[in-house]
């Protein structure tokens, strides 16, 4: 069981992956993201290499196991799948469906993420246009 902060840093590790040309994500663009302090960022990425969900390198940094990205990439996907929910079914705006997103991700069950995707005809992409991930079988 991961808590919040732990879901919320695998969830930007696996964006700032997507985007850097290195194989190693370096902690100063952790503390830089998050605006915590270099202790905090090495103590959870410590957590998170203790659950195997994150691999750390001295010298060069961190990148996600199999499970972290395949945790990481649920994240994202119910987050999307809320931001189209609440724009959608709701009426928010979509510059008012993230922050509402960002809290329903981390309560979600499996079983509440595929009958919210059914329910709601299986969409590509969230109100902002970014694809929703189709999770592997």
Not at 36 to 57: A, F, G, M, R, S
Not at 101 to 116: P, Q
């Amino acid at each position: 069981m991961l808590n919040r902060a732990e879901q919320d840093y695998i969830k930007v590790i696996i964006v700032l992956e997507d985007k850097n040309t290195e194989e190693y994500l370096s902690s100063k663009e952790l503390v830089k993201k998050f605006g915590h302090t270099p202790q905090t960022v090495n103590e959870t990425i410590k957590k998170l290499v203790n659950k195997n969900l994150v691999e750390y390198v001295p010298y060069k940094g961190c990148k996600l196991t199999k499970e972290g990205r395949e945790i990481g990439i649920r994240l994202i996907r119910i987050h999307r799948i809320w931001e189209y929910f609440l724009y959608e079914k709701l009426g928010y705006t979509w510059d008012q469906v993230h922050e509402e997103a960002e809290k329903l991700e981390h309560v979600t069950s499996f079983l509440l993420e595929e009958r919210l995707y059914e329910f709601l005809g299986k969409p590509e992409q969230c109100p902002h246009g970014s694809y929703i991930p189709i999770l592997s079988d």
